[in-house]
């Protein structure tokens, strides 16, 4: 059960292009966001869709292949971890951060023509 503490598994659609940045050593850090959808039908029998809006980053070897095939609209499932973090903004403000850290990456729906 240890490996359950801090899972998280989600299947959505990208919010946008993943932006990729290199570092001196050569190890690469993508960050995208990412939307889920539940519809469901309330008590009155109406047809209710909520979207929740999820920050993702992905290291490494993930990040080189989110860079290559990922683009918004893409439809993918990830596992990973919860992580939050905070910072301070440039008027000394504390913001506070949540996102997830992805471990697993998995491309859904049709295969586009490019790849």
Do not use: C
Not at 11 to 29: R, Y
Not at 39 to 57: D, F, M, P, S
Request: charged share 30%; net charge positive; hydrophobic share 40%.
């Amino acid at each position: 059960m240890y490996a359950l503490k801090n899972k998280v598994q989600l299947i959505g659609n990208l919010g946008n292009t993943p932006e990729v940045k290199a570092f001196d050593n050569g190890k690469k850090v993508a960050t995208f966001r990412m939307a889920t959808t539940e519809v469901y039908r309330n008590a009155k029998g109406e047809k209710i869709k909520e979207t929740q809006w999820h920050n993702l980053v992905a290291w490494g070897k993930l990040a080189e292949i989110a860079e290559k095939y990922l683009s918004v609209g893409k439809e993918v499932a990830v596992e990973g971890k919860l992580v939050s973090r905070s910072y301070n903004d440039k008027d000394g403000n504390k913001k506070y951060f949540t996102e997830i850290q992805v471990n697993e990456l998995l491309m859904l729906g049709a295969k586009s023509a490019e790849a």
